[in-house]
């Protein structure tokens, strides 16, 4: 009997995860790896952990396959049918992973009408300042994954704009990835809105069009921490913690904004779904803060908050959900960025900084997965 309970208890949902989302905000596991897909793992999240989509990265990957011994079967295959280039064998491998991930939610994202249950895809770091380059590759991956479900993650750099809007337009759904700013996120629904016009205006149907802008979190905190500590005033080091969640905020703000304008109205009158914020990089990189503020304090309906499974672990075991955390502490965010910039901060060069070190970041990631893909290649197949 004692073990049939620790049956029953193995496969309950999680009363903290399932709370978040019953709030509004969607679940969804920063990670993927062939491994979680084989193993089971990524099924009981989804059961246990209310998680309703899957966001990846060139990092994530690059983790992924570090332990090749997953991949190396279908690395066996492709050579044997002539694809040896790395980009391209690296291409196949993560849209395998993608696919499959597709198929398990294929379930979930018929009941949400397709808002949930995605999984998404990114392009290579390379082509951030390469619309064109962009655009094509979005097509490619899009079409190679073949699964309605899938998001194309694409850079919100300044040639990723036009590249979101024409990639929208061609009926494509995007994840809008490395956002920082509230002026960059203003230009990422703009772009959202413009991509959605553009195919009425050449007479396409966009009722299957979907999208979320991922707004990053705790690298906002990183940053401003450290410039807060180089100036050292009583009034500097009382700021630390709060640029992240201030900045999130007012995010959600502009995000109500657009949803209360004609613009959309008339979008939405058509068939159109709303482009949902996302908030990325919520795991906690101070040790000294609580590890789910990124998630309990980021609570509003309409999100999604991706995470680790570390931070995922972290609320299922202590997060305290209490409701809408955003929506009434707007006014006192704003109060938060206007103290920043008096101290001394100037959040234009922060999230400047943030966007190139991004790009760099996945950069090196995706260099790190080209060199161990390579390496694998190079070894003799049985």
């Known amino acids: 009997m004692v073990d049939d309970n620790a049956s029953i208890q193995e496969v309950a949902v999680n009363d903290r995860l399932k709370a978040l989302a019953d709030q509004g905000v969607s679940i969804w596991l920063d990670d993927l790896s062939r491994e979680r897909l084989t193993s089971g793992n990524l099924a009981e999240l989804i059961e246990q952990k209310s998680v309703t989509g899957v966001t990846t990265n060139p990092t994530i990957f690059a983790a992924a396959l570090s332990h090749g011994e997953s991949y190396a079967g279908q690395v066996a295959e492709l050579e044997a049918a002539g694809v040896t280039a790395v980009d391209e064998v690296i291409r196949h491998l993560t849209s395998t992973d993608v696919r499959d991930a597709c198929d398990l939610f294929a379930g979930i994202n018929a009941e949400t009408d397709g808002v949930d249950g995605r999984v998404s895809i990114e392009v290579e770091p390379g082509l951030a300042m390469d619309a064109e380059g962009t655009i094509a590759q979005a097509k490619e991956l899009h079409a190679l994954v073949d699964r309605p479900n899938v ?208 790009v760099s970041k996945f950069n090196a990631s995706w260099e790190e997965l080209v060199s161990s893909v390579g390496s694998v290649l190079q070894e003799p197949q049985p």
């Open 151 to 358: 998001l194309v993650k694409i850079p919100a750099t300044r040639p990723g704009l036009e590249a979101i809007r024409r990639t929208i337009a061609a009926g494509i759904s995007v994840n809008v990835t490395l956002i920082f700013s509230i002026e960059r996120y203003r230009e990422v629904l703009d772009a959202w809105l413009g991509g959605l016009e553009d195919a009425l205006a050449a007479g396409r149907e966009i009722d299957e069009i979907h999208s979320v802008a991922s707004f990053f979190v705790s690298r906002v905190d990183a940053e401003v921490d450290k410039q807060l500590e180089a100036i050292g005033s009583d009034e500097a080091l009382a700021l630390r913690g709060q640029a992240a969640l201030a900045n999130a905020r007012i995010a959600y703000a502009a995000w109500l904004e657009v949803m209360t304008g004609e613009r959309w109205a008339t979008l939405r009158n058509r068939g159109a779904h709303p482009q949902r914020p996302l908030w990325a990089s919520t795991g906690v990189k101070n040790p000294d803060y609580d590890d789910t503020m990124y998630v309990t304090q980021l609570v509003a309906d309409g999100c999604v908050n991706t995470m680790p499974e570390k931070t995922m672990d972290a609320v299922a075991d202590h997060g305290q959900v209490t409701g809408d955390t955003i929506t009434d502490n707007i006014d006192d965010a704003i109060g938060v960025m206007g103290q920043l910039q008096e101290v001394g901060i100037d959040l234009d060069d922060v999230v400047a900084q943030l966007e190139d070190e991004g």
